[in-house]
């Protein structure tokens, strides 16, 4: 199923559940071989389900296991060291010229810091 039937047509679980995307992977030593990914669904980190943006979110953020992990939709998976990928996001975002990573409105819904 493609990404619009399922934001047209999937049923919903829950009222907070929405559709988490890669839609693109932001070139950096830390993910070379993932640059092809371009619009998959997240479907779990490390495991557990991922259900909308804030909780994939606050799942990366406390994470402390050596690999983040991610599945995705069409069998894809992409592995990256956690502690790396963390330390690569300043650089990343700069490289990229984007001002943060996360927007103002889900950085004000954060319980998790």
Same mark, same amino acid.
């Given at each position: 199923? !493609?990404?619009?039937? #399922?934001?047209? &047509? @999937?049923?919903?679980?829950?009222?907070?559940?929405?559709? =988490? *995307?890669?839609?693109? *992977?932001? *070139?950096?030593?830390? /993910?070379?071989?993932?640059?092809?990914? *371009? /619009?998959?669904?997240?479907?779990?980190? /490390?495991? #557990? %389900? =991922?259900? /909308?943006?804030?909780?994939? +979110?606050?799942? =990366?953020? !406390?994470?402390?296991?050596?690999?983040? #992990?991610?599945?995705?939709?069409?069998?894809?998976? +992409? =592995?990256?060291?956690?502690?790396? @990928?963390?330390?690569?996001?300043?650089?990343? %975002? @700069?490289? &990229?010229?984007?001002?943060? +990573?996360?927007? +103002?409105?889900?950085?004000a819904l954060r319980p998790w810091t």
């Amino acid at each position: 199923m !493609n990404l619009l039937d #399922k934001l047209f &047509h @999937a049923t919903l679980q829950s009222l907070d559940e929405q559709l =988490v *995307v890669v839609s693109q *992977v932001l *070139v950096s030593d830390i /993910n070379i071989g993932y640059e092809d990914i *371009v /619009n998959a669904q997240v479907l779990a980190l /490390n495991g #557990k %389900l =991922v259900t /909308n943006l804030r909780g994939l +979110a606050e799942m =990366v953020e !406390n994470c402390d296991d050596e690999f983040l #992990k991610f599945d995705l939709e069409y069998e894809q998976i +992409a =592995v990256l060291r956690t502690k790396a @990928a963390k330390a690569a996001t300043p650089d990343i %975002l @700069a490289t &990229h010229c984007i001002p943060s +990573a996360m927007s +103002a409105d889900l950085k004000a819904l954060r319980p998790w810091t």
